[in-house]
C-alpha cells in the first residue's frame, strides 16, 4: 500500500470525461488501473454534519451503482467497508485540516474510487504508535487495511495568490464480485 503516486488524484478541472477516459486528472494510470465510469461529487465547505451527510451521500451512490440493497454477505461487507472509509477520510479533514472541501466517489467495473479535498497542509499517515483499544490514530490504519491502495495528490494554491494549497487524499476498494 503506498502513500503517495506521481499522478494526480481528483483535481479534473470540473471535466470528469477525462476521468472516465483515462484516469485521474486525464492522465493515464501507471498502474493500467480500469477508469472510473460515473462519478459524484458532494460539496462540504462550511457544511456542519460532513461526516453524516457524506455517509448518506455514499449510501445513496452506492445504491444507485448497485452495490445496496446487498445480495451477498461478500457485497454487504464490501459496501459497509466502503461507508467506512468515506467516513475516515472526511473525519481525517474534519480533524486536521479545518473540514474537507468536497467527497468525490468514482465507480467503475472493478473500483470504487473515494477523494477527499480539503485546503490542510498535513500529510495523513497510519499511526504506527496507535495503542489497541484507546480511541484516535486508527482512521488511516483503518484505510490502509481496506482499500487496495490510497495515496495524497498535493493541490497548488493558483498562481495569484487567491486560494490555498491543499490536497486529495484518495482511496480505492475492489468492487464486490458479481452473484
Not at 477508469?35 to 451512490?61: D, Y
Not at 454477505?73 to 477520510?89: I, Q
Request: hydrophobic share 40%; with cysteine.
Amino acid at each position: 500500500m503506498s502513500t503517495t503516486h506521481p499522478y494526480p488524484a481528483g483535481e479534473h478541472g470540473g471535466d470528469d470525461a477525462a476521468l472516465e477516459a483515462a484516469g485521474p486528472g486525464g492522465a493515464a494510470r501507471p498502474d493500467g488501473a480500469e477508469a472510473v465510469r460515473q462519478i459524484r461529487r458532494l460539496r462540504l465547505v462550511g457544511t456542519s454534519g460532513a461526516v453524516s451527510r457524506s455517509r448518506e451521500f455514499a449510501r445513496a451512490a452506492l445504491h444507485d451503482w448497485g452495490w445496496l440493497p446487498a445480495a451477498t454477505d461478500e457485497a454487504r461487507a464490501a459496501a459497509e467497508d466502503a461507508l467506512l472509509v468515506v467516513s475516515e477520510l472526511v473525519t481525517n479533514a474534519c480533524l486536521h485540516a479545518n473540514g474537507p472541501d468536497e467527497l468525490r466517489l468514482g465507480c467503475g467495473p472493478k473500483v470504487l474510487r473515494v477523494e477527499v479535498s480539503d485546503r490542510g497542509s498535513g500529510m495523513p499517515a497510519p499511526d504506527l504508535a496507535r495503542r489497541a483499544g484507546r480511541p484516535g490514530g486508527h482512521g488511516m490504519f483503518i484505510v490502509q487495511r481496506l482499500c487496495l491502495d490510497w495515496g495524497v495528490a498535493r493541490e497548488a494554491g493558483p498562481q495569484d495568490g487567491s486560494g490555498a494549497p491543499g490536497k486529495t487524499v484518495w482511496a480505492e476498494l475492489a468492487a464486490p464480485t458479481a452473484p
